[in-house]
Nanobody, 124 residues
């Protein structure tokens, strides 16, 4: 499966953005799909995942929402109340492993399929 991430941009603090992760090659409605981000000089970190349920990093809980549109083979990350510390390259990843599909994997090393990343910059 090939993943295409899009929707990043330059916004001001408090604004919203919606990121999209569209899969091609096969339907990925049963896949665990995660969003990760990497800020300059920092390690890549977990943001959110959708599988049997949805899970969020504490830093984005209540501000970000992950959702899936099966008909469009797309997973979205709605980001509200953005902060400068949300600035990063955002990556989507997918995995069809049963454990991940059931429980949602939050470790980047559990994922095989990755999108190319989309830049999100939040100015203060």
């Amino acid at each position: 499966v090939q993943l295409q991430a899009s929707g990043g941009g330059l916004v001001q603090a408090g604004d919203s953005l919606r990121l999209s992760c569209t899969a091609s090659g096969r339907a990925f409605s049963t896949y665990s799909v995660g969003w990760f981000r990497q800020a300059p000089g920092k390690d890549r970190e977990f943001v959110a995942v959708i599988s049997g349920g949805t899970y969020y990093a504490d830093s984005v809980k209540g501000r970000f929402t992950i959702s899936r549109d099966i008909a469009k083979n797309t997973v979205y990350l709605q980001m509200n109340s953005l902060k400068p510390e949300d600035t990063a390259v955002y990556y989507c990843a997918a995995e069809n492993d049963l454990r991940c599909s059931t429980y949602g994997c939050r470790n980047q090393y559990d994922y095989v399929y990755w999108g190319q990343g989309t830049q999100v910059t939040v100015s203060s």
